[in-house]
C-alpha cells in the first residue's frame, strides 16, 4: 500500500510538472496572439481574442478592493494572485444612481469593489511598442462605467492602438472629504479618491502596458464630460503629469464648469453628510453598507461632493498650475459640441420673446448682464431660442473647454488642436418622430470619436454618419499616435495661436477649419463671476 502511494504521489507531481511546464509554453513571453496570456506584476490574465483578431482582457484589478477599512482610503496595491485569472468579462462599475437613461452598462453588477480596467491590444508580439489610449468615462463623477458600448475599445485597437477604459470611485465614495480622514492621512489629505484611483490606473499603465504591446512612454489620456474634466486634472497634478504623453478633452474642463473647492469646504460638506446619516465617526460611517452609503447620498445631494484642493494631488490652484505653466507638458485636442445645453437652461419655461430672454439673463448675471447681452445678443424674438442654447451651453461646458484650451496653448508651448462638434445625432429608430435634433447635444460626439456607432442601436445612422464618424476618429488615432491630427484625405487642422483668435475644426459631415467666431463671448465669462455654472455630466 505504502508503495502505491508513492506511485500516485510520483505520478501526481510528473502531471502537475507537465501542466505548469504547459502553461509555462503557453505563457511564451510576447507571444499574445497564440498565448492570449500576460504577465502582469500582480499575476497572469488570460483573455479572448474578438473576431476581428484583437485581444481583450476585461476586468483586471489595477488597485486593492477599496472596501472596510479602504473604504475612503487612497487605492492600494493590487493584492496578487496564483495561476492564471480569467479576464473575459467586465467587472462590477462602481456604486452609483440610475440617473442617465442613455448609459447602457455591460458590468457584472455593481460594488465597491469597482477598481478594475479593461485593454483591448492589437498587438500580436509584447514588443511591438504601439501607441496607448486610456479613457475615463464621463457621468458628472456620480455614475458611468468603463463597460459601456460607446466607449468600447476595439475599434481604436483595430487602428494600431492598445486602448484602455478605467473605473474609478464616484459621488460620495470618490470624494467624501473629512477632517477625520484628512487626519489619518499620512499627506493630511482627503477626498479626491476617484482622481488617485485614475492615477492608480496610470501608474498600472506605465509598469504593465509594455506586456500587452504598448508603448508606455507613449500613453494618451482622454475622457468626455467628467471624464474630460478628469483629462485636465490628471494634467494639472503632480502625481500623474509625467505619466502622460498626449490628452483629449470632450466637453468639460476644471477651468470653468467645475472647479475644485477649497479642502476646509470640502471637509465641511463631509461633516454634514455624516450628520446627515447620523454618524459620529468615519468608523461609523464605515460600517454602513455601500447600498445605504449610497441611497443616504442621494437625499443628501450626489453633486455634492467635489474634488478639492487637498494639497497633495492638488498642491495649489489648478488655474495656478496652468497659469504658471506647470501641467503636463504635452499636446492637447479637446473641443465642445454646438448644443451642450437646451435654451431651457436659460429661459426655463418662459416664451422666447427677448424681453424674457434679456429678464433671465439678467436674474443670473446682475450687473454683469449688460456685458452679457452685448455678446449674446439676439436680434428678434425668433433668434431667442438659438442665442440662449449658445449661452447655456458655454455656460455649462463650452466656456471651460475654451479656458482649458486658451491657457495651455499660452503657457505650454505645446500644440494645441480646438474642434467644434455640429452633427446631429439622427432620429431615433424605435421613434415615430423622424425629427432629429437642431444640434450635437452633450455626450452625442462619443460614439463618432471612438468608432462605435455600432454599439448603439438608438439611432438610425446613416452613411453621412460613418463619414463623420470615421472622419473624426482618424484625427483622433492621428493624434494619438503622433501629437497631431493631421493627416492624409483630412482637412488640414491648423493648432491653436496663443493669444489670437484660434483656428477651430468645425467637424460635421463636410468638415472644415475656421477662424473662431465668438471670441468675445468667452472673454466676457472670463471677466465676470462663473459661481452659477453648473456641474457637467
Not at 499603465?205 to 471624464?227: H, Q
Not at 475654451?402 to 467644434?420: C, L, Q
Not at 463636410?510 to 455654472?533: A, G, M, P, W, Y
Request: aromatic share 10%; charged share 20%.
Amino acid at each position: 500500500m505504502k508503495q502505491i502511494m508513492i506511485l500516485s504521489i510520483a505520478l501526481f507531481t510528473t502531471i502537475a510538472g507537465m501542466q505548469a511546464q504547459q502553461q509555462n509554453n503557453n505563457m511564451n513571453p510576447g507571444d499574445l496572439n497564440n498565448s492570449l496570456q500576460v504577465k502582469t506584476s500582480a499575476g497572469i490574465v488570460e483573455g479572448i481574442k474578438e473576431s476581428s483578431g484583437i485581444i481583450s482582457f476585461k476586468g483586471i484589478p489595477f488597485a486593492a478592493p477599496p472596501v472596510g477599512e479602504r473604504r475612503w482610503q487612497a487605492p492600494q496595491p493590487v493584492e496578487p494572485w496564483q495561476g492564471v485569472r480569467a479576464a473575459k468579462q467586465f467587472a462590477p462599475r462602481g456604486m452609483q444612481p440610475p440617473l442617465f437613461s442613455d448609459m447602457v452598462f455591460r458590468s457584472d453588477g455593481m460594488s465597491e469593489n469597482c477598481l478594475y480596467l479593461n485593454v483591448w491590444t492589437p498587438a500580436k508580439k509584447s514588443s511591438e511598442k504601439l501607441p496607448v489610449l486610456v479613457y475615463f468615462y464621463g457621468g458628472g463623477f456620480v455614475t458611468g462605467d468603463g463597460s459601456e458600448g460607446r466607449y468600447d475599445g476595439e475599434s481604436m485597437a483595430r487602428q494600431g492602438i492598445v486602448s484602455l477604459t478605467v473605473n474609478y470611485r464616484m459621488g460620495v465614495f470618490g470624494f467624501l472629504a473629512h477632517p477625520e480622514l484628512s487626519k489619518e492621512s499620512t499627506q493630511n489629505a482627503s477626498g479626491n479618491y476617484a482622481l488617485l484611483d485614475q492615477t492608480a490606473a496610470l501608474k498600472w499603465v506605465k509598469e504593465n502596458i509594455a506586456a500587452f504591446g504598448g508603448d508606455p512612454g507613449k500613453v494618451t489620456i482622454a475622457g468626455e464630460s467628467a471624464g474630460s474634466v478628469s483629462v485636465s486634472a490628471q494634467m494639472t497634478s503632480p502625481l500623474s503629469r509625467d505619466l502622460i504623453s498626449g490628452a483629449i478633452g470632450e466637453s468639460g474642463s476644471l477651468l470653468g464648469t467645475l472647479r475644485a473647492v477649497s479642502k476646509g469646504e470640502a471637509e465641511k460638506t463631509g461633516q454634514e453628510f455624516a450628520a446627515h446619516v447620523g454618524a459620529k465617526s468615519i468608523a461609523d460611517l464605515r460600517k454602513i453598507p455601500a447600498d445605504s452609503i449610497l441611497a443616504a447620498s442621494v437625499k443628501f445631494g450626489p453633486f455634492r461632493f467635489a474634488m478639492n484642493i487637498d494639497g497633495y494631488f492638488f498642491p495649489k490652484s489648478p488655474y495656478q498650475v496652468f497659469e504658471a505653466g506647470e501641467q503636463a507638458d504635452v499636446p492637447l485636442l479637446a473641443g465642445w459640441n454646438s448644443e451642450e445645453s437646451g435654451a431651457g437652461g436659460i429661459m426655463a419655461n418662459q416664451a422666447m420673446t427677448i424681453e424674457n430672454y434679456r429678464t433671465a439673463v439678467t436674474k443670473l448675471y446682475g450687473d454683469n448682464a449688460g456685458e452679457v447681452l452685448k455678446v449674446y445678443s439676439p436680434a428678434s424674438d425668433k433668434d431667442v431660442e438659438q442665442v440662449a442654447t449658445d449661452l447655456a451651453g458655454d455656460r455649462f461646458i463650452g466656456y471651460s473647454t475654451w479656458k482649458w484650451t486658451d491657457m495651455h496653448a499660452k503657457t505650454s508651448g505645446k500644440p494645441v488642436f480646438r474642434y467644434y462638434y455640429e452633427r446631429p445625432r439622427p432620429a431615433m429608430s424605435s421613434s415615430s418622430n423622424s425629427s432629429a435634433p437642431k444640434g450635437a447635444v452633450h455626450s452625442a460626439e462619443i460614439e463618432y470619436a471612438m468608432g462605435n456607432l455600432h454599439h448603439n442601436k438608438v439611432y438610425n445612422w446613416t452613411d453621412e454618419d460613418r463619414k463623420v464618424s470615421q472622419t473624426m476618429q482618424q484625427y483622433f488615432v492621428n493624434f494619438i499616435k503622433m501629437g497631431n491630427p493631421n493627416g492624409a484625405s483630412l482637412p488640414e487642422w491648423m493648432p491653436v495661436t496663443p493669444g489670437q483668435p484660434a483656428k477651430v475644426m468645425r467637424i460635421d459631415v463636410n468638415s472644415i477649419l475656421e477662424t473662431e467666431k465668438h471670441r468675445d463671448r468667452f472673454l466676457v465669462i472670463d471677466k465676470i463671476s462663473s459661481s452659477t455654472q453648473t456641474r457637467p455630466r
